[in-house]
């Protein structure tokens, strides 16, 4: 019984120590989304909408991408987007100007470069910069870059994500403007 027990003593003081040296348990990463608008904030655009080429030169896909200072970027994997930025955007734009009902005579070709979609550190923002450009029949038209900055409190993902919906909200209420005009050409 006695031999037992010695090879016994050995074998719990290396599982132990196992247990300690094994390291932190594995974080499961939080994937977020741009949220579903208002239902005040839908609303059918002046022209259906095809979309066409969403290009994403931002540097972030799926990971938060975070500024920290001197423009080090970093990208957060813990916290993620659901999709990549550009068919994040699409979707809301999809879902907060639907297409009219009736008849689908013209419509307007929306292409769409996003520039820069991630968080300021240092400042609490997030930063939408999108350009997009709509063709109807022989009309184009392109807005500026634009660029939205948020700010959010605190250092939640929930929060920071939020602060990007409402960039993402104000990217589709600049492409309802852009299919207005064309509509009135």
């Known amino acids: 019984m006695k031999p037992m027990r010695l090879l016994m003593l050995p074998m719990l003081v290396l599982g132990l120590g196992g247990c300690v040296l094994m390291g932190p348990s594995y974080t499961e990463p939080v994937d977020f989304d741009l949220g579903v608008p208002a239902a005040e904030a839908v609303k059918p655009a002046a022209l259906p909408i095809r979309f066409g080429v969403f290009r994403n030169l931002s540097g972030s896909n799926r990971g938060f991408l975070v500024r920290e200072s001197g423009d080090r970027l970093s990208s957060d994997e813990y916290n993620r987007w659901l999709l990549s930025p550009e068919l994040l955007l699409q979707r809301r734009i999809r879902t907060e100007l639907p297409d009219p009902a009736g008849e689908m005579g013209k419509s307007v070709r929306l292409n769409a470069t996003i520039y820069r979609f991630e968080f300021d550190r ?52 600049a492409v309802r403007e852009l299919i207005a005009s064309l509509s009135k050409k």
């Open 122 to 173: 240092a400042r609490h923002t997030a930063v939408l910069s999108v350009e997009f450009s709509g063709k109807a029949g022989d009309v184009t038209e392109r807005t500026s870059q634009l660029t939205y900055e948020t700010p959010y409190e605190g250092d939640a993902p929930e929060a920071a994500a939020k602060a990007m919906a409402v960039n993402a909200e104000k990217a589709a209420q």
